[in-house]
């Protein structure tokens, strides 16, 4: 069964500093992943989408990894601001049904 | 704009009176999705639906119903619902190709509060 993590739990930085969120997944048979992030009671926002074929995507101030033979994925956020203050989640898609399984989330605070 | 539309954003209700929120999807997707999300259990899948009049349930599918009459909608259905059906709901669609580059979009959200 498929399980993902997501580490730390809640993180809390000051404005300006690089910072790297961390995911990881139990079963490298995936199709792609893709990174979230939710502002307080909102939807979720897609960030990144990384193929199972690819290694890395970048997005602006964003770059996401993965290696999938040891079930990991880190998102990076250079010079980080208030702005980004949000919970980020990542998901791993499996299988010919497209279901997502998602991690629990890693909670942003940016300190301005 | 590509989105995914959800109704209502907000809903409170008593136990077993009938409630159906709406999803709507402009992008011509074949898959859709319906998950919830409690704190401390992250987001878990309801019903999927990989094209009209296919349905399937997902991980935690008992107190609900859904339909895919159309290809734009996916209306959740409670029949009676109950207070451990409070939660956050969200609706999603995809491609309904399973292949790499297959994104997930998200609707906003409708949160619903069974009292």
């Known amino acids: 069964k498929q399980e993902v993590t997501q580490i730390p739990a809640a993180l809390s930085v000051p404005e300006g500093e690089n910072l790297v969120l961390n995911c990881s997944f139990t079963?490298?048979?995936?199709?792609?992943l893709q990174w979230f992030r939710q502002d307080p009671g909102k939807g979720l926002t897609s960030l990144l989408l990384?193929?199972?074929?690819?290694r890395e995507q970048t997005s602006g101030r964003l770059n996401a990894s993965l290696d999938k033979s040891s079930g990991r994925s880190t998102l990076y956020i250079a010079a980080s601001q208030p702005g980004d203050s949000a919970t980020y989640l990542c998901?791993?898609?499996?299988?010919?049904?497209?279901?997502?399984?998602f991690g629990t989330g890693t909670l942003l605070a940016v300190q301005p | 704009e590509a989105q995914v539309t959800q109704n209502p954003r907000y809903l409170i209700t008593v136990t077993g009176k009938k409630l159906t929120v709406t999803c709507s999807q402009n992008?011509?997707?074949?898959?859709m999705s319906w998950y919830r999300q409690d704190p401390g259990l992250g987001l878990r899948q309801i019903y999927y639906?990989?094209?009209?009049?296919?349905?399937d349930k997902g991980d935690v599918p008992e107190g609900y119903k859904v339909s895919r009459k159309e290809k734009r909608n996916f209306p959740l259905i409670l029949e009676s619902p109950s207070p451990n059906q409070t939660s956050l709901y969200f609706c999603?669609?995809?491609?309904?190709?399973?292949?790499?580059?297959?994104?997930?979009?998200f609707g906003q959200g409708t949160r619903l509060t069974v009292v």
């Open positions: 999603a669609s995809s491609s309904g190709q399973a292949v790499m580059n297959t994104e997930a979009f």
């Open positions: 079963d490298s048979a995936i199709y792609n």
């Open positions: 990384i193929q199972s074929s690819q």
């Open positions: 998901a791993v898609r499996r299988g010919a049904t497209n279901k997502l399984i």
């Open positions: 992008m011509n997707h074949e898959y």
């Open positions: 639906s990989m094209n009209v009049e296919v349905t």
